[in-house]
């Protein structure tokens, strides 16, 4: 979908849902062509890492500190004044809500103090519209968003239209990787950690189980991979072994989300004609090269083209949040000051209401 709008909008983006403090300012042209102007990202990773995870009350307290000068320097940096701008975006959840509260509190104020419209962005429609960061990727496509909290299959028809055709029905795969990379005894936030440690592993030297892979329908399941994995870990003392668990559990996540996504692709391409067969990955475990190539193999197998964002727009950014703000805007979306900060917010909330697989153990602290 390209924006209606006539002249390019330029949106202030901000994100607090976690445990980055970002900002970004980013231009949608006419033409539905977006450029980034800046983005920054202020990660509070070394403050968690003693505790081994997000501690929800120190991330709250860093959003505090940070936003204001991240906000300054992401203007400073597209070298624009407030006035400049057309709209702020903020994450109004889902997330930790202390967080969230931040973030969406500040855009507020200065939606107010700038005489701007404020749009309230759904984390998830930020990683959603990710892959088309300054890229050329159309509306509709088919969507696997996978992430530290989430799991899930979805159609995107246009702005803010998303159809889940899946869930996971235990942990997210970021989640998955973050719990088996801590019992191997890797520091957080564990994905990445996993993915260097795998480097060079046998991956076949573990046999691992194969949840739902073959079967009907969508949803995805991670609990029996992730018991399996610990008992594994247990004991393995050697690189060479550890480094060969980690290469096992990369590819059975990889494995999974691949046979999850092709069948996903196959209820898609019966609804959908060839030039609209587009399939997109996004959120933080599209950071993991094993799992974007063993994604584009799929794709490309099924007759879809394949488009995953820029890594660094992958994890938690601002750009995303600006983005999906400005197609908001375009459209002529927008929120009042009275938005308020959601804990919790379902992409597809009818699908979500009539069915609620998704119960994830760790209840906001990532999404
Ligand atoms: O999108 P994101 O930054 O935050 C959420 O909204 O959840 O995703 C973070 C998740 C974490 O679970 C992290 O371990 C995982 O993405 N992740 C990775 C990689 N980079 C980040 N997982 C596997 N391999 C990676 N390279
Ligand atoms: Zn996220």
């Known amino acids: ?31 539905g062509r977006s450029q980034v102007l800046s983005s920054v990202v202020a990660s509070q ?34 070298s624009l ?11 109004a959840g889902p997330g930790l809500i202390g967080a969230v509260m931040v973030g969406l509190s500040f855009g507020k104020g200065l939606a107010l103090a700038a005489g701007k419209p404020l749009v309230a962005v759904n984390h998830l429609e930020g990683h959603a519209v ?29 702005v803010g239209q998303l159809t889940r055709l899946g869930s996971t029905m235990d942990d997210a795969a970021g989640e998955a990787f973050d719990k088996i990379a801590k019992s191997l005894g ?33 949803n995805f399941s991670f609990s029996g991979l992730k018991t399996a994995a610990a008992r594994l870990a247990e004991g393995l003392t050697a690189e060479a072994d550890r480094r060969d668990l980690a290469a096992a559990v990369q590819a059975a996540i990889a494995r999974q989300l691949a046979d999850r996504s092709e069948h996903a692709m196959q ?18 475990v599209a950071a993991n090269r094993a799992v974007r190539a063993r994604l584009e193999g799929g794709a490309v197998a099924n007759g879809f083209s394949f488009a995953a964002p820029a890594l660094k727009y992958c994890t938690d950014n601002a750009a995303m949040i600006a983005l999906a703000g400005a197609e908001r805007l375009a ?7 009275d938005a308020v900060a959601r804990p919790r917010w379902p992409l597809d909330e009818a699908a979500a209401l009539a069915n609620p697989v998704h119960v994830p153990g760790r209840k906001g602290a990532k999404a």
């Open 1 to 31: 979908m390209t924006s209606p709008s006539a002249s390019p909008l330029t949106v202030l983006g901000l994100e607090t849902s976690c445990d980055e403090t970002a900002a970004s300012v980013v231009r949608l042209g006419a033409g």
């Open 45 to 78: 990773i070394a403050q968690h890492a003693p505790f081994g995870g997000v501690v929800p009350e120190v991330a709250a307290r860093a959003h505090v500190e940070l936003i204001e000068p991240v906000a300054r320097e992401a203007l400073q940096q597209a």
């Open 81 to 91: 004044s407030l006035s400049q701008i057309d709209g702020v975006a903020a994450t």
């Open 130 to 158: 990710s892959a088309r960061l300054e890229a050329d990727l159309p509306y509709p496509f088919l969507l696997l968003l996978v992430s530290g909290g989430h799991c899930q299959l979805l159609a995107m028809a246009g």
């Open 186 to 218: 890797l520091p957080y936030p564990g994905g990445p950690a996993l993915e260097r440690l795998a480097e060079g592993g046998d991956w076949e030297r573990f046999p691992l189980p194969r949840a739902l892979v073959g079967q009907r329908g969508c």
């Open 267 to 284: 209820l898609y391409a019966a609804q959908h004609p060839p030039q609209h067969r587009r399939f997109v990955v996004a959120g933080g």
């Open 331 to 337: 459209v002529g979306l927008v929120d009042g000051l």
